[in-house]
Nanobody, 129 residues
Framework: QVQLVESGGGSVQAGGSLQLSCTTNQYTMRNYCMAWFRQVPGGEREVVATLSSGGSRTSYAKSVDSRFTVSRDPAKNVLYLQMNSLKPEDSAMYYC??????????????????????WGQGTQVTVSS
């Protein structure tokens, strides 16, 4: 059973940092493509970053590249999203997602939300100017 539990959201001023966590289980961490998505009220859910099942490949949306870093701690079964140099436009509900898919499709270019099978409940990030 795949369970994803996000934490770490909050309020921060522009230029600040936050680290989001997504706790799962060992099987998911080892076998699933993991991703972070975000969504603002009335907007579409968009991918932020992906991390392959082996942890060897990452990809990022252009809007966050060089500011955000996705990583994992396999010993703790936790996926992270380190967010630096935050901007007000980064404010959104952030979701952790997991899906079984070939390695080459664990990429932001293949990250339609409707194609991801498992989702966490989300954690809110608010960046003030």
């Amino acid at each position: 059973q795949v369970q994803l539990v996000e934490s770490g959201g909050g309020s921060v001023q522009a230029g600040g940092s936050l680290q989001l966590s997504c706790t799962t289980n060992q099987y998911t961490m080892r076998n699933y493509c993991m991703a972070w998505f975000r969504q603002v009220p009335g907007g579409e859910r968009e991918v932020v970053a992906t991390l392959s099942s082996g942890g060897s490949r990452t990809s990022y949306a252009k809007s966050v590249d060089s500011r955000f870093t996705v990583s994992r701690d396999p010993a703790k079964n936790v996926l992270y999203l380190q967010m630096n140099s935050l901007k007000p436009e980064d404010s959104a509900m952030y979701y952790c997602a997991a899906d079984l898919r070939p390695l080459h499709r664990c990429n932001v270019d293949y990250a339609a939300p409707e194609d991801y099978e498992h989702w966490g409940q989300g954690t809110q990030v608010t960046v003030s100017s």
